[in-house]
């Protein structure tokens, strides 16, 4: 319906064919919609209806939970499973949007249609079904910005395939992102629709009936976006911002105030129910913005009012009482803030807010920094998940922009008139939304509705000139009636003007002489005839308008698409898209491999072992793993954990990192009293050895005696994958290697393996005499700490066995709390750690910002090429990894070593996988982003991308594959002769010392 009631252009057309139209427009996104489906099942269609990824398994024990025990028990759901032995209140702590959604949905199919369908399914279809709203949303968003169905219709179908979106939306991924997007465009196209200018109204600047309506409305789409996603403080801001904007350029009016105030009060209301939420949008820096425009605008609609009732047409009066009405605000406000501030009312921003908002990439938080979604975007990225929309928005965003600059303009028939509020919104939206896209690439979801926008107006307006109007024109010439003195006057260009000036003059004569008309309606001058403007411009639409130029502009419309190459490029954006959402559609959980002979193979390691839990292991069994793999453990192995995404515990995690990087027998001493299991993760590919560097330096940034300094170079391993003894002798690496490496041993009297899965990506181990006293302890609900007698929020409490280990912690003081001051230690930790994860190299010791040493010896590499498939690779290769992946001169030397001609490079982070072979790879070469990752040991050489280094750099699989890979090649210098050894070993002697001293 909401599409019915759209008017763009109508005034140029008779009433069928306003009826026609509108058929059309709802056809056009019915198929849109449709490929927003289609394009979202690979996932299922290939893997079934499986939950995908981390995150996803939390939301569908959620969603489980609600719809057994209701929505009562639901927001007083204190889980005792997770962050062992904390616990999390659940119902205070998530976004519950999403679960409410799909047991709402589950529901009504089941009860109401009668549709036989599981909980487990609905949620697997969730990400499609909200793909396909938001894909119509943003259609009638950007219809609304550009004032043009055509717009409308393209903006639709690039949103439904475009992979910015469908990153977050593959069926089967149920993550709030895919929720959120719908309640996105629903809130900003409400927004927008609330602004629309109204031909009845009695001023431009007067409210109207929409501002009221659709304000309302828009504030209920928010609620429901606070509920669903984090990312309701951006909408929230955008609108805002919005609003302060239109203002300052003098475009204030009425249904501004009216609109912006029933958002913000019904929103804020709303939004302050989700107990996730609470009082943070009147506390929380992230949000006062909003609270200080609203208050703004009070104050300027009361200066209005009061200057309006005693002299309507005196800026000078109005300039007095805004002037007096700022001064009262500003006081009220200034001694709130004085009264509320030193009591630490104000909450700060938070890590990732900050993030977006600081020149360099790290937030001096450990753990914030080790999520790769949190490193910023770059051109590749934008390249990836826009394709060619990325060359055609900034078309669009130039369009809109100059429309909003020149809101009056009658642009070649299309009138730009009617909503002169709109069109500045989107181009907000576009430009911030790529601001925080280059600080963090996780928001490029937040590029993909507004990119389609503007791509969508740029071809609208394009199809509009060339085509729709032009097909009228000549159809009016030939068919209509013959123009009269007001009919008609620029065919295409001023049909809704004409309207609104029709209806304003039939009002104005009809009121004449009421009371308020002085106020509301200042008279016209006398008419004075056309001007010397009017009448050129008439001319110009009537050459414009003509039989002649109309044939004209539809042969420059298929000349532009012969030229341009349109169908070819169209075609390879729908094929790009298509493959890329394959790509997404693989689940982390299992993925597809090949073997060593090319046979192809379903790699489901990771549920055997969490069904080896579920199934072998006592239901009160506490799982130790790293805080990635908690959802997954208690949503499929439904055992307890001790940490998970969910991320809300530094000093928690900080303690799992200081098991697992501490040696067997210090690791025992706390993983007794904690936990009955060790999982890990192992076999490469983004294992736990590959993120052993963040367990060391999230620990270190609370205890601060793990490691010498604060990014723990020293766990890790030297050139060649040779562990450091610190790694060498910690528990991860022990459980990574047991059974593999015959110098790693375990002492049964504290851990023996358990399981390890069929390809040996995920192994468990048993913890030997666990404290059961410790674990009894835990399990009292007397030992339990709750918010009063009787509440359903008790904590946790760790066993007094461990009294000792939790009073060592220092808890970790946040940059941006600004509530909590600062020691000297805390500042000389943040200062240490930019300096070595920022503008220095993490090894670099000698304060030039390079690595110490440089191995200079047969450093003559010649490129060959990256290549994001092993199969590129020769079937004579050797495996390397670890520390190799990283270092070219360690995959030098690990060539030499086996006698082969070339090596592979694919970097993560600190480790990594290579492969040295002796034929050179014969497919074409990649160029992207996550081939011009720099190696850890000589920054003028690429060592590619591996995993989350794919992520950091924004790309994906390579076509065909499932592993996120880019591999470097060279081919490897020859290796000296025993004379030139002996020759250059007095020059190299410095730098082999230095080379040691690196990690």
């Not at 393209?154 to 977050?168: D, E, L, N």
Request: glycine fraction near 10%.
């Amino acid at each position: 319906s909401a599409c019915v009631t759209f008017t763009f252009g109508m005034g140029l057309f008779p009433t069928p064919v306003k009826w026609l139209l509108s058929l059309g427009w709802l056809s056009v996104f019915a198929v849109a919609g449709y490929y927003a489906w289609d394009i979202r099942m690979y996932a299922i269609r290939e893997y079934g209806l499986v939950i995908h990824e981390f995150d996803p398994w939390f939301n569908y024990r959620a969603t489980e939970y609600l719809g057994e025990h209701g929505i009562w028990k639901f927001f007083h759901w204190y889980d005792y499973m997770v962050w062992y032995p904390i616990g999390r209140p659940v119902g205070t702590t998530i976004y519950p949007g999403m679960q409410l959604s799909s047991v709402a949905i589950w529901r009504v199919l089941n009860d109401w249609v009668g549709i036989s369908i599981s909980l487990n399914d609905v949620c697997c279809y969730v990400p499609t079904w909200f793909g396909v709203s938001a894909t119509c949303f943003l259609g009638l968003l950007a219809a609304e910005c550009a004032d043009s169905y055509s717009a409308g219709w393209a903006a639709a179908f690039i949103m439904s395939i475009v992979p910015a979106h469908i990153m977050r939306s593959v069926g089967g991924g149920y993550d709030n992102e895919s929720v959120a997007l719908t309640a996105l465009t629903a809130t900003f196209y409400f927004w927008c629709r609330a602004l629309r200018d109204d031909p009845k109204a009695k001023h431009p600047r007067a409210a109207t009936r929409d501002s009221i309506v659709y304000g309302i409305i828009t504030g209920f789409a928010y609620i429901y976006m606070a509920a669903a996603w984090g990312g309701f403080t951006f909408v929230l801001n955008m609108i805002a911002l919005h609003a302060a904007l239109l203002t300052v350029l003098g475009q204030y009016s009425s249904k501004l105030h009216r609109a912006y105030t029933l958002f913000f009060i019904i929103g804020t209301i709303g939004a302050i129910q989700v107990p996730v939420i609470g009082w943070t949008p009147l506390r929380s820096l992230e949000q006062l913005g909003a609270l200080a425009t609203f208050l703004s605008l009070q104050a300027i609609e009361f200066a209005t009012v009061r200057a309006r009732k005693k002299d309507a047409k005196s800026n000078k009066v109005l300039f007095f009482e805004l002037a007096k009405a700022g001064i009262v605000l500003a006081v009220v406000v200034g001694t709130a803030v004085a009264i509320l501030f030193p009591m630490g009312y104000f909450g700060p921003l938070g890590a990732r807010i900050r993030g977006l908002f600081v020149k360099h990439t790290r937030t001096g938080n450990p753990l914030v920094d080790s999520v790769a979604e949190h490193q910023p975007a770059n051109e590749q990225a934008y390249k990836q998940y826009l394709h060619h929309i990325y060359h055609i928005a900034p078309f669009g965003f130039a369009l809109l922009a100059g429309k909003a600059a020149l809101f009056k303009l009658q642009k070649f028939g299309a009138n730009f008139a009617p909503n002169t509020d709109a069109p500045l919104f989107i181009v907000l939206y576009g430009a911030t939304a790529y601001y925080f896209c280059t600080k963090m690439s996780r928001l490029i979801i937040l590029l993909g509705p507004v990119a389609s926008a503007l791509a969508g107006a740029a071809l609208g307006f394009v199809g509009d000139q060339l085509v729709l109007y032009a097909v009228y024109a000549i159809l009016n010439k030939l068919f209509g009636a013959k123009p009269t003195d007001d009919a008609i006057e620029e065919d295409a260009g001023d049909a809704k003007a004409e309207v609104a000036a029709v209806e304003n003059k039939k009002k104005t004569k009809g009121k004449k002489g009421e009371k308020g008309e002085k106020e509301d309606a200042p008279a016209s001058p006398p008419s004075r005839g056309p001007s010397t403007a009017e009448k050129a411009k008439k001319s110009f639409f009537g050459v414009y308008n003509s039989i002649p130029v109309a044939i004209l502009r539809i042969g420059v419309f298929f000349f532009l698409l012969h030229h341009f190459k349109a169908q070819k490029y169209t075609k390879e954006f729908y094929d790009y898209s298509h493959q890329l959402a394959k790509q997404m559609s693989h689940p982390q959980l299992m993925f597809k491999g090949k073997l060593q002979d090319g046979s192809e193979v379903l790699v489901d390691d990771y549920r055997e072992a969490y069904w080896f839990l579920r199934d072998k292991t006592p239901e009160d069994s506490r799982v130790m793993a790293w805080w990635d793999y908690g959802y997954q453990i208690t949503g499929i192995g439904n055992r307890t954990t001790i940490a998970d995404g969910n991320t809300w515990n530094h000093e928690h995690i900080a303690t799992l990192g200081r098991v697992l990087s501490a040696n067997e027998k210090r690791a025992h001493r706390i993983a007794r009293h904690l936990a009955d299991y060790v999982l890990v993760w192992a076999g490469g590919g983004g294992d736990d050895l590959a993120k052993s560097p963040h367990m060391a330096r999230i620990g270190n940034s609370v205890f601060n005696d793990i490691c010498e300094e604060p990014t723990c170079s020293e766990f890790g391993f030297y050139q060649g994958g040779v562990p450091t003894p610190m790694m060498k002798q910690s528990l991860l690496y022990k459980l990574t290697q047991f059974g593999y490496n015959k110098e790693v041993t375990l002492d049964n009297n504290r851990f023996t393996h358990a399981f390890t899965s069929k390809f040996g990506k995920c192994r468990v181990f048993k913890v030997e005499k666990v404290d059961q006293g410790s674990k009894d302890w835990v399990a009292d609900p007397a030992n339990r700490i709750c918010e009063s007698p009787g509440s359903w929020l008790c904590r946790g409490q760790y066993p007094p066995a461990l009294d000792s280990l939790i009073k060592k912690r220092k808890n970790f003081k946040q940059l941006e709390d600004f509530n909590k001051k600062s020691d000297k230690q805390d500042d000389e930790y943040q200062e240490e750690y930019h300096k070595r994860l920022g503008d220095r190299h993490p090894l670099d010791k000698s304060g030039d910002g390079k690595p110490q040493s440089k191995d200079t010896e047969g450093t003559t590499f010649k490129y060959l090429g990256c290549y994001g498939s092993e199969e590129a690779l020769s079937s004579d290769k050797v495996y390397g990894g670890a520390g190799t992946g990283t270092s070219i001169t360690a995959a030098r030397a690990f060539a030499w070593k086996h006698g082969k001609k070339f090596i592979a490079l694919a970097r993560d982070d600190q480790q990594g996988h290579a492969f040295a072979f002796n034929t050179a790879p014969k497919e074409s070469s990649l160029t992207d982003a996550g081939c011009d990752r720099v190696c850890t040991d000589m920054d003028d050489f690429k060592c590619g991308c591996a995993d989350g280094g794919c992520d950091a750099a924004g790309v994906g699989p390579a076509s065909g594959e499932t592993t996120k890979r880019r591999w470097v090649v060279y081919e490897v210098p020859k290796k000296p002769s025993g004379a030139e050894k002996k020759a250059k070993k007095k020059t190299t002697k410095k730098t082999k010392k230095a080379g040691k001293d690196e990690l």
